[in-house]
């Protein structure tokens, strides 16, 4: 196998029981454990280590990117050192995912490679109660969705810091990746687009300079004061605009959610599609 580099809402407590309460038709939800007094990265690492028992030996994952999703790629480091699994091959959403998975000794390959995913494992910066996500404030989000799109599973991994009852909820960005070419143009006519409507458009960027994603791309970050009306219409116009690349809403992907708060662990999952 060669091995190439790819190139805050917070919940209150009676805010979070309400989310953990409401349970749509589609989704089945199950309370694991409780874990009380633990860090918001006590957290994490409980949802990722618990996205892992997904892993099976021979799979192919995709390894996601940000925080969360580091503990995932380090546990299954963990268990390929001690011989727990083998056989697996590691498809990174980054070039950050690359480099502390090449570290960890996962064996790597790209989609050009394995175009076949078992399993992808990933965070996310929002979670509506129907599992749809937002994704992407760390800047991975296309090469996130193509390796999530093409895995047979996708386990997202949070903690219950991310729950919106609607996506945008959190007033924070959701992330548009473009072209570099009139950049500004296509900022302007995103902010435009009747279908989010009282966004903000912003330029993302690295001290004085714009962001520049691992594709060579900027990102333009969207903020709403209110949820997004309807994401599957954003979605469609945003994606109809020339410039665009891909965005940060992760509709109809979601397959598990593992779900870490102080009051216990849950595991949603959307039903397999027919």
């Known amino acids: ?61 995709g390894l996601g990117t940000g925080s969360t999703a580091a503990f995932a790629v380090d ?17 990174p959403t980054s070039v950050r995912t690359y480099e502390q ?37 760390g800047g991975a989000l296309l090469r996130e969705k193509m390796v999530e799109m093409a895995s047979a599973k996708f386990v997202c991994i949070v903690d219950d810091s991310k729950l919106v009852e ?25 902010q435009a687009l009747p279908e989010v409507a009282g966004c903000v458009a912003k330029l993302r960027m690295e001290g004085d300079a714009p962001y ?8 333009v970050d969207l903020y709403f004061d209110t949820p997004i009306a309807d994401s599957q219409a954003a979605s469609k116009a945003i994606l109809a605009l020339e410039g665009v690349v891909d965005h940060g809403l992760f509709l109809d992907m979601v397959d598990v959610c593992i779900i870490a708060g102080k009051e216990g662990m849950e595991v949603k999952e959307r039903p397999a599609k027919k």
Request: charged content about 25%.
């Open 1 to 61: 196998m060669s091995v190439r580099a790819p190139q805050q809402f917070l919940c209150k407590a009676s805010q979070q029981r309400a989310f953990f309460a409401r349970k749509p038709v589609a989704v089945r939800a199950t309370r694991v454990a409780s874990m009380a007094q633990l860090s918001q990265d006590e957290l994490k690492q409980q949802a990722a280590w618990k996205a892992v028992d997904y892993v099976k030996s021979g799979m192919v994952v």
């Open 75 to 91: 546990r299954i480091g963990d268990l390929l050192a001690s011989g727990e699994l083998k056989d697996i091959v590691g498809v």
């Open 101 to 137: 998975a090449k570290g960890r000794g996962i064996p790597l390959a790209t989609l050009d490679e394995q175009p076949k995913l078992d399993v992808a494992i990933d965070g996310a910066d929002e979670v509506d109660p129907n599992l749809d996500v937002v994704k992407g404030r």
């Open 212 to 219: 520049v994603t691992d594709n060579s791309n900027y990102i």
């Open 166 to 190: 609607g996506l945008g909820g959190s007033k924070l960005a959701m992330p548009v990746e473009i072209v570099q070419f009139c950049h500004l143009y296509t900022l302007n006519r995103l």
